[in-house]
């Protein structure tokens, strides 16, 4: 591991410059907050109107029994799953999953340069910054390729580009009795294995990647380097299989094959899981992830908000920063300020959003809203009489 330190002035004219620049990606930043918070309540509800009219309709069936009379419905069924084909990797011919696997998984690893920063701002008198960071270089196996052209100092530390990456080579389809399930299906499902290295395996490895590498096996995984130690662009490479046992599958039944259904709004519905669940189970776990996704969104709508405000809000900071205390205590009023519309303008945009697409409960949101930003508020104006009055004596 190697390091270096490297120090940066900003006066106070170019750090003010930079927050101007700033507003302007604040506001995108606020606009894309209200189209993400507002489609994320569109397709919640959508999603949830979909998912009630097929727990209401969907029929259970034998799949193994006769299929005609459900041919073109909305079906559940459960049963044990029979892979179709071998699962084999295509940039090494040979290689493939045991018989019955639904899945082979490749995992690569490249050994790398890695960059860590670390940096320290101190604001001056004045208004002008200065930033210590600290760049450390160490050697470090990754699965994913680092890019050594962005480091500070990247003349010492390239990485080669990784010739391989981690992939999942799955069947290309599977029965469940006489019903046939495509990768859209059953794909993710299945408990995954470690597939130890043969001696084919090595020697497949070695026709593929050529007589300049070694390759040996080392630790359950296949090493492929140049000399006898691991160098910088040396990799590793181990496979697991991913089999299936029992599933339980919704979706609509074409032809004696399982396809998405076609809600009444467009929403498509094709549902599975591991083991035997029965249909009311796998409508219940759907609405809830749906409810999970809907909440991850909205908080990232905020959060990407409140980060808009405060960039929006900045340069006041900034402004302030001839006398260092002066602007922290405005960044400290600004910042609780930026909290306020943000809660404000979430809860606002969901408000209106469920008014658009589910009017119930839109005005308790809106209300809630202004709430939180008018608490917020007082909260700022008093802590910033504190800090002032601090100040002053």
Do not use: C
Not at 207 to 226: F, H, P
């Amino acid at each position: 591991m190697d390091t270096f330190t490297k120090t940066t002035s900003t006066s106070w004219f170019q750090r003010l410059g930079q927050s101007l620049a700033g507003i302007l990606i604040g506001i995108v930043l606020v606009l894309g907050s209200i189209v993400l918070l507002f489609w994320n309540e569109g397709r919640t509800v959508k999603t949830a109107r979909a998912l009630e009219e097929g727990a209401g309709i969907v029929q259970t069936i034998d799949p193994k029994g006769d299929l005609v009379a459900a041919n073109g419905k909305l079906v559940h069924f459960s049963g044990t799953f029979e892979p179709g084909g071998i699962a084999s990797d295509d940039e090494f011919p040979g290689i493939s999953a045991p018989e019955g696997a639904a899945a082979l998984i490749r995992s690569v690893e490249m050994y790398q340069w890695r960059e860590n920063q670390k940096s320290e701002t101190r604001t001056k008198l004045g208004g002008g910054e200065e930033t210590v960071t600290t760049y450390t270089y160490e050697k470090v196996w990754s699965d994913d390729a680092i890019d050594s052209s962005r480091f500070e100092k990247p003349e010492s530390h390239a990485n080669p580009p990784m010739p391989y990456e981690s992939r999942t080579f799955e069947v290309t389809g599977g029965t469940v009795g006489s019903i046939e399930l495509g990768p859209d299906a059953f794909g993710g499902l299945g408990s995954s294995k470690a597939l130890p290295p043969t001696a084919d395996m090595l020697s497949t490895i070695q026709a593929v990647t050529g007589s300049g590498q070694r390759v040996v096996l080392e630790n359950g995984k296949v090493s492929i380097r140049r000399g006898d130690t691991d160098e910088i662009g040396a990799l590793r490479i181990g496979y697991s299989v991913r089999t299936i046992s029992d599933i339980s599958a919704v979706g609509r039944l074409e032809g004696g094959r399982l396809t998405a259904y076609t809600a009444s709004n467009g929403n498509e519905i094709l549902l599975a899981e591991d083991g035997t669940a029965s249909a009311q189970q796998m409508f219940d776990t759907a609405i809830s992830g749906n409810a999970v996704i809907a909440w991850v969104l909205r908080l990232v709508g905020f959060i990407a908000m409140l980060i808009g405000f405060n960039l929006v809000f900045s340069v006041i900071g900034v402004a302030g920063d001839i006398i260092p205390l002066v602007g922290s205590l405005l960044r400290f009023a600004t910042g609780i300020v930026a909290f306020a519309l943000a809660a404000f303008g979430s809860l606002l945009v969901i408000g209106i959003a469920w008014f658009w697409y589910r009017p119930v409960l839109s005005l308790a949101l809106i209300g809630g809203g202004v709430v939180i930003a008018l608490v917020a508020m007082r909260f700022a104006k008093s802590r910033a009489t504190s800090k002032a009055a601090a100040v002053a004596a």
